[in-house]
């Protein structure tokens, strides 16, 4: 009998090709789903549909791509359509039966529906792009509630492609993103550092409820600086391949020859001047062999004007960075993805015109989807707050008390990372420090206003009201007394899995004073 997993399955839907990668509750390491008939290869699943009227077939990924050039294919053969799911501005094929949104759903569907029994997915984790991700997102939002899972969470491209290699919070990165379609560079900043919180995926469903208009983690995504890109992409370099050999081809099976080419090619492991035999198709039940080399693939590029164009593509993105007081200097890493971002000519070439700055280069294809994952690790989010926990402080200025929030309703609970403050003397020779906790209600109170003598409740929603905890206050006892202004706590609260708030208290020179349980949140 197949051993069962349980655990997270992350899906990236790209506008080449969508991975899908899952990542059991036991284990720290991802793996890349296989499904017959669907993926090329494990977790490649190439973005197309075959929805054929008014049979209703319906194929997707490697089944759509094999029957391509049936016929009337400019109506049934849909592909390229995550792109424009969400974007108003890009004009759609009229033939296509489909519209772009219902590609998407009726792939989507239909991939959920043919995930192997083995898979018990207790998360799903989408990504979504950042230029369109407001549409985008509203898209998914509809989807997720036909999808029978009880926890769907939303991250953005940027963000996930920079958990995948561990680019630190509040980066500014610049992606090369080079797939099958399309050519795509942008700059962007990841949310958080200098003191702010770092990103999080958002929760879409919850428990099997749609929770997308109550998170608090709503679009807390990266900013896009600058991006620019153009509809050339790895297919275009298959064709050029070809053309260099075959003038007239008209078989198209020697693209896909072309394309494994290529891919071999891409290796650091091959020698630049060694070459490497294919045999392409030249008439029916003909084939002839041809030879290829990096070298001669560099030529095959530079001839079709790839550099000159990514030249062009890299001067428009800076051009924008400036007009918003970003530089080279500025960025502290630059990623490639996609497949064709790993051609060696490539990699020489930003190389070259980016020399200070990093440059990574994680698996090409996968690696947005395993960063997704790397953002919702394990299976730990046990539940959403309903409330607002804050502590009372004191503002000196003002002379008056007033409720500062630690934890936000809509967050996720256990906290993965504490949440710092420091405490500072309100008086002079303050010795005692009390730590005083208070939440929101549950449920905000509308006002009740009266109009010719009749009742109605207002439009605006009264501020929810903060109750102190029924508690006794901690009193945290400094061996020396403070000065008034003077920094001396250090605070690190958290909510652990049995729903306790918990307090570590440390002085400002970072000595140990007490771990405490100030109380169950509920």
Not at 465 to 483: A, F, G, R, T, Y
Request: aromatic letters at 8%.
């Amino acid at each position: 009998m197949e051993e069962s997993l349980s655990g997270t399955l992350a899906i990236d839907l790209g506008n080449t090709n969508t991975v899908i990668a899952f990542q059991d509750q036991e284990d720290i390491n991802p793996v890349l789903v296989e499904i017959p008939n669907i993926t090329s290869s494990p977790g490649v699943i190439p973005t197309a549909v075959w929805f054929e009227e008014p049979s209703k077939v319906l194929k997707i990924g490697i089944s759509a791509i094999k029957i391509k050039e049936n016929s009337n294919s400019d109506l049934f053969f849909h592909s390229n359509f995550k792109r424009l799911i969400g974007n108003p501005n890009e004009k759609i094929n009229q033939k296509n039966v489909l519209k772009p949104s219902e590609c998407g759903k009726i792939f989507f569907k239909f991939l959920w529906e043919n995930i192997p029994q083995k898979y018990k997915v207790n998360r799903l984790v989408l990504t979504a792009p950042i230029d369109t991700y407001k549409g985008y997102r509203e898209w998914l939002v509809n989807l997720c509630g036909e999808l029978s899972v009880d926890e769907i969470a939303l991250v953005d491209e940027p963000t996930a492609a920079s958990f995948g290699i561990n680019v630190p919070f509040g980066s500014k990165i610049m992606t090369l993103d080079i797939g099958g379609s399309t050519i795509d560079m942008n700059i962007v900043k990841i949310e958080g550092g200098e003191g702010k919180s770092g990103p999080i995926a958002e929760l879409l469903k919850f428990k099997g409820n749609n929770v997308s208009s109550i998170s608090k983690q709503k679009i807390r995504c990266a900013e896009v600086i600058s991006k620019t890109g153009s509809k050339i992409g790895g297919k275009d370099i298959d064709q050029w391949i070809v053309d260099h050999f075959i003038t007239d081809n008209q078989y198209p099976i020697n693209l896909l020859k072309a394309e494994e080419i290529k891919c071999k090619l891409s290796s650091s492991k091959i020698k630049y001047e060694n070459k490497y035999p294919k045999k392409f198709l030249i008439e029916e039940n003909k084939e002839k062999e041809f030879y290829l080399s990096q070298k001669i693939l560099e030529e095959i590029l530079i001839q079709n004007n790839l550099i000159n164009h990514l030249n062009s593509l890299l001067k428009d993105l800076l051009n924008e960075a400036r007009g918003k007081f970003c530089s080279v200097d500025d960025l502290n890493m630059i990623i490639l993805v996609g497949g064709g971002s790993q051609i060696p000519l490539v990699k020489e070439w930003i190389t070259k015109k980016i020399s200070k700055i990093q440059i990574k280069s994680p698996p090409p294809i996968e690696s947005i989807a395993i960063g997704a994952l790397k953002m919702t690790p394990g299976v730990k989010i046990k539940d959403i707050l309903t409330k607002e926990l804050s502590i009372r402080l004191f503002n000196r200025r003002e002379q008056k008390h007033f409720w500062h929030p630690i934890f936000c309703k809509g967050q996720t609970w256990p906290t993965e990372n504490p949440f710092k403050l420091i405490l500072q003397a309100s008086k002079s020779n303050q010795k005692i420090f009390e730590i005083i906790i208070g939440e929101t209600k549950k449920e905000r109170e509308y006002d009740v206003i009266f109009e010719n003598g009749l009742p109605k409740l207002s439009e605006v929603q009264r501020e929810g009201e903060i109750i102190k905890w029924d508690k006794e206050p901690l009193k945290i006892v400094q061996k020396n007394n403070s000065n008034i202004g003077e920094d001396n706590l250090k605070l690190f609260f958290k909510i652990n899995k049995n729903a306790d708030l918990l307090l570590k208290c440390f002085d400002i020179k970072d000595e140990f004073l007490g771990e405490y349980n100030l109380g169950n949140i509920f």
